[in-house]
T-cell receptor
């Protein structure tokens, strides 16, 4: 069975601190995609990144970076120098190439950045 | 502009009163899905469709119906809503070509059933 675990339910940090959101996934498939989405207080889902299972390179986009490690089945997300606008719920998700019908979401991590 | 639209965005209704949430996409996508989001549970798939007249159950289909008569539309129907269907609903679509696994989500519909 496939599963995505985000063990951190809520995180609160002071602005300008770095913060890492953990994501652990389970699948026996060898071809899959991993995602991160941001859900700000307004409620919409904002796509942040997609990674396929054959690309383990870390990625950096401004203050955001992602660490994909197949050996530990993890796809962690780090925000450097956090800002109040980063406050949101963040979802990690998994999609299997063999099962085109859906994305499997983690339960989400609520991130609060205090000024 | 490529987009998925949902209507209404907010809805408060009473138990048992049939309702429909519409979803439309303008990208000629084959795949469309409905998800519900509940606190602590993330998003769970309700129904999906792989093309016109092809639909199937997701993880939590009880109490919902869907139809796919046109490629662009995928309405979600609650024949007899109950309070446990109070949730945030998302429609999503994706294509099968170069955008494989690039899902587009609608803005969400917040439903309250009293």
């Amino acid at each position: 069975a496939q599963k995505v675990t985000q063990a951190q339910t809520e995180i609160s940090v002071v602005e300008k601190e770095d913060v890492t959101l953990d994501c652990v996934y389970e699948t026996r498939d060898t071809t899959y995609y991993l995602f991160w989405y941001k859900q700000p207080p307004s409620g919409e889902l904002v796509f942040l990144i997609r990674r396929n299972s054959f690309d383990e390179q870390n990625e950096i986009s401004g203050r955001y970076s992602w660490n994909f490690q197949k050996s530990t089945s993890s796809f962690n997300f780090t925000i450097t120098a956090s800002q109040v606008v980063d406050s949101a719920v963040y979802f990690c998700a998994l999609a299997l190439y063999s099962s085109a019908s859906k994305i499997i979401f983690g339960s989400g991590t609520r991130l609060s950045i205090r000024p | 502009e490529a987009q998925v639209t949902q209507n209404p965005r907010y809805l408060i209704t009473v138990t048992g009163k049939k309702l429909t949430v519409t979803c439309s996409q303008n990208m000629n996508h084959e795949y469309m899905s409905w998800y519900r989001q509940d606190p602590g549970l993330g998003l769970r798939q309700i129904y999906y469709s792989m093309n016109v007249e092809v639909t199937d159950k997701g993880d939590v289909p009880e109490g919902y119906k869907v139809s796919r008569k046109e490629k662009r539309n995928f309405p979600l129907i609650l024949e007899s809503p109950s309070p446990n269907q109070t949730s945030l609903y998302f429609c999503a679509s994706r294509g099968t070509g170069g955008t494989f696994y690039e899902q587009y989500f609608g803005p969400g519909t917040r439903l309250t059933v009293t």
